[in-house]
């Protein structure tokens, strides 16, 4: 698979690994796992670290927002739209507290024609974020 095919965002935060933010295959986009961090920095809206890196406190709804826009980013920069996005996984650190808030959200953002989604919960993700999204698109 050619090079040309793969997306690595310049408004999206960097990939915590060897990965691109997305690659197209044929008309379908897929997204690698995107959080709410922000480009250039390793702050995270809505959360408050210990000097160990340990979580004191987030914010889940600033996290849903960021990570919404970091989507966003990496969709549009790859030549696609929000209304085109056709699946998401979602991955939630803590189900019983967050869905509710996450779940509000999700029906703003996609107020219209919403995509299938899967949500599950998880133990941890590899930085110290609440949520992160697995999405897939239409090109």
Request: hydrophobic fraction near 35%; proline fraction near 7%.
């Given at each position: 698979?050619?090079?040309?095919?793969?997306?690595?965002?310049?408004?999206?935060?960097?990939?915590?690994?060897?990965?691109p933010h997305a690659r197209r295959v044929g008309n379908?986009?897929?997204?690698?796992?995107?959080?709410?961090?922000?480009?250039?920095?390793?702050?995270?809206?809505?959360?408050?670290?210990?000097?160990?890196?340990?979580?004191?406190?987030?914010?889940?709804?600033?996290?849903c927002r960021s990570v919404f826009n970091n989507v966003?980013?990496?969709?549009?920069?790859?030549?696609?739209?929000?209304?085109?996005?056709?699946?998401?996984?979602?991955?939630?650190?803590?189900?019983?507290?967050?869905?509710?808030?996450?779940n509000r959200l999700w029906a703003e953002y996609f107020?219209?024609?919403?995509?299938?989604?899967?949500?599950?919960?998880?133990?941890?993700?590899?930085?110290?974020?609440?949520?992160?999204?697995?999405?897939?698109?239409?090109?």
């Amino acid at each position: 698979m050619s090079d040309q095919n793969v997306h690595h965002s310049n408004k999206a935060p960097e990939p915590v690994g060897h990965y691109p933010h997305a690659r197209r295959v044929g008309n379908l986009l897929f997204l690698s796992g995107i959080g709410p961090r922000e480009r250039g920095t390793k702050k995270i809206p809505g959360v408050e670290l210990d000097e160990a890196g340990n979580i004191i406190s987030y914010d889940i709804e600033t996290q849903c927002r960021s990570v919404f826009n970091n989507v966003r980013a990496v969709v549009e920069g790859a030549g696609s739209k929000w209304e085109n996005i056709i699946d998401v996984t979602v991955y939630l650190t803590n189900m019983k507290d967050d869905f509710p808030t996450y779940n509000r959200l999700w029906a703003e953002y996609f107020s219209e024609n919403p995509p299938c989604r899967t949500t599950l919960e998880i133990n941890c993700l590899p930085t110290p974020i609440a949520i992160e999204l697995k999405v897939m698109a239409v090109v």
